[in-house]
Each structure stands twice: as structure tokens, then as C-alpha cells.
């Protein structure tokens, strides 16, 4: 079964470009680390093809010749917070409609392809200066949510779960800005994500 992971840095996590079976050092090497040994019969290719700083319509540019080519079996994405940190840091205004009209077409694309699509929901943790990209960021969520719930196999939800553990333990132990996970983060990923997967396990 082939796997790509599709996503921005929370994904990439320094890869090596130039090593195709580069995983990075983030979820998706641990995820890794976790799942074939459950699976020791069972061929498992994982190929990581996040880029950092990526948002939704950069996925969508990049579908056909980074994932689609490679003929999937399964997708698994994780994509938005760019969006919404580019809006208030880099002066690049979220458009909610450009989003919702990116997103539809790059899980469509993939459905079409047949791939079983993971979609994992994007998360922000309560750093001081994220706190004021909140409203925005939840608005943003409500669009994942309709669309994964329509055309994703799979939906993983990260954000609420992360801000329920930052409300008994400091979020930094999670995500030290508020976005990019830890290591203890990433595995928190990692476990969840593996149960949507293995759903799907040919």
C-alpha cells in the first residue's frame, strides 16, 4: 500500500528533498516508526511530500505531479494554518471563498484518482501572539470541516483536542509557538492519524 503525506511544515519537517525516502523528523517519521512493525507483512511504502510554507491553493498546484503521479493508494493531508498565518504576517489576505474553492478542487482531484483521502485537521495552540488569529482560524475550520465531512475518508480532529490538553498542561509542551508541533506534539499526531489509517490498510 502506498502512502503519501501532502501537507506544509507541520509534514515536511526538514525532509531531504534529495532523498525520495526522506520522512523529515515529525509525525509522519513516527508514524512511520509506529506502523510497520504492526504491519511486518505487509509492503508500506510512505512518502512524505509536505512543503513548508504551503497553503491550500500551493497543494493544489502541486497535486498532479507530487501526488497524483505517484498513484496513491491513500492521501493523507494536513493544510490551512498557512493561510491564516500568511494573512496576518505576511500582509496576504485569507479569502475564505478562494480557500473553500481550493480545497474542494484538490480533494476532488483525488477522489477522483480513487486515493482514500485522511484529511487531518490543522491545529492552534494558545501562543500569545497567535491568540488574535483565533477568530479568523475558526472560521477557516468550519470550511475544513464541511468539506472533509463531504469528500474525505477520513476526519481527524486536532484543534480541539489540543486546546483541551493545553487547559490542564502548558501548550508549550505541545507546540513552543503554537503552531509546529514538539516531539511530544508530533507523536500526539502521529497516534491519532494511525487509527484513521489502518482503517484503510490494504
Known amino acids: 500500500m502506498k502512502i503519501v503525506f501532502f501537507g506544509d511544515s507541520i509534514t515536511d519537517c526538514g525532509r531531504d ?4 525516502n526522506s520522512l523529515g523528523n515529525g509525525y509522519v517519521k513516527i508514524l512511520a516508526d509506529k506502523l510497520r512493525p504492526i504491519y511486518p507483512d505487509t509492503d508500506i511504502e510512505l512518502i512524505n511530500k509536505g512543503l513548508s510554507g504551503d497553503e491550500a491553493g500551493d497543494l493544489l498546484a502541486r497535486v498532479d505531479s507530487d501526488v497524483i503521479a505517484l498513484k496513491p493508494d491513500a492521501v493523507v493531508i494536513m493544510v490551512g494554518i498557512n493561510n491564516v498565518i500568511h494573512h496576518f504576517k505576511n500582509d496576504k489576505p485569507l479569502d475564505l471563498k478562494k480557500f473553500e474553492a481550493d480545497l474542494k478542487e484538490l480533494l476532488k482531484k483525488l477522489k ?5 483521502v485522511i484529511f487531518l485537521e490543522p491545529f492552534l495552540l ?9 477568530k479568523l482560524f475558526n472560521e477557516e475550520l468550519a470550511v475544513i470541516n464541511k468539506l472533509a465531512l463531504k469528500y474525505a475518508d477520513e476526519f481527524v480532529a486536532y484543534d480541539e483536542m489540543f486546546k483541551g490538553l493545553a487547559e490542564s498542561i502548558p501548550y508549550s509542551e505541545y507546540s513552543e509557538d503554537g503552531v509546529h ?6 507523536r500526539l499526531i502521529a497516534d491519532q492519524a494511525i487509527k ?4 484503510h490498510l490494504l
Do not use: C, F, Q, Y
Request: no cysteine; net charge positive; glycine share 8%.
Open 112 to 116: 477522483k484518482e480513487g486515493a482514500v
Open 196 to 199: 484513521a489509517i489502518r482503517k
Open 126 to 134: 494558545p501562543a500569545p501572539d497567535k491568540l488574535r488569529m483565533r
Open 181 to 186: 508541533p514538539t516531539h511530544r506534539g508530533s
Open 17 to 20: 528533498r534529495n532523498d525520495a
